[in-house]
């Protein structure tokens, strides 16, 4: 089975490499030329890198870190980095997390929340439902009270193409239950992530 896996991502890696090999000649440079020569091998490799979110799951990702615990107020991971890809242009797009739930009777290890939001920054994605799907992965997940995200992104497709508007910043936010519910709740979570 190990085997036919590495045969896969070697047939992969191989084939990602010719296909950036022709990007280069339709760009009009020499695949050939010394400081060309590992490129397709390098961005083949921080293709995989950058989209490894497609051999992630939620479950392995929150694997033992979820616990019975009576806590019963806000719990907020803020500015969790990311780094993406728009699928629009597969240019980079990057910025802040902030997630908040309020338990109700599980929690889950804190580092666990900056990983769920690795599965899903690192694919091909849309800010818009990216934020969707990591506050479903949470409540999925614990079923709690309410869960909030906020995306804060910068768009390499916007700043370094296209209208070229590189002070600009997309905010998205998804909130549910408490959060959505209760005016009070959002206020609280909005006011201690922007301190």
Known sequence: MIRAINT??????????????DILKQIGENPEREGLLK????????????????SQNIEETLNGAIFEEPYEDMV?????????????HIL?????????????????GISKLARLVDVFARRLQ???????QI???????????????????R??????RGVEKQNSQVITSEMRGAFRNDRRTREEFL????R
């Open 126 to 132: 849309v800010q818009e439902r990216m934020t969707v």
């Open 191 to 194: 006011n201690l992530i922007n």
């Open 76 to 88: 907020i991971v803020k500015d969790i980095e990311f780094y993406s890809l728009c699928e629009h």
């Open 92 to 108: 980079p797009f990057f910025g802040k997390v902030h997630v908040a739930y309020i338990p109700k009777g599980k929690i889950v």
């Open 155 to 160: 768009h390499m497709c916007m700043m370094a």
């Open 8 to 21: 896969i991502r070697k047939d992969n890696t191989e084939m990602l490499e010719d296909l950036y090999k």
């Open 135 to 153: 506050a479903s992965a949470l409540e999925n997940a614990l079923h709690p009270l309410g869960v909030g995200v906020v995306v804060e992104g």
């Open 39 to 54: 490129t397709p091998a390098r961005a083949a490799d921080a293709l995989r890198f950058l989209t490894r979110g497609y």
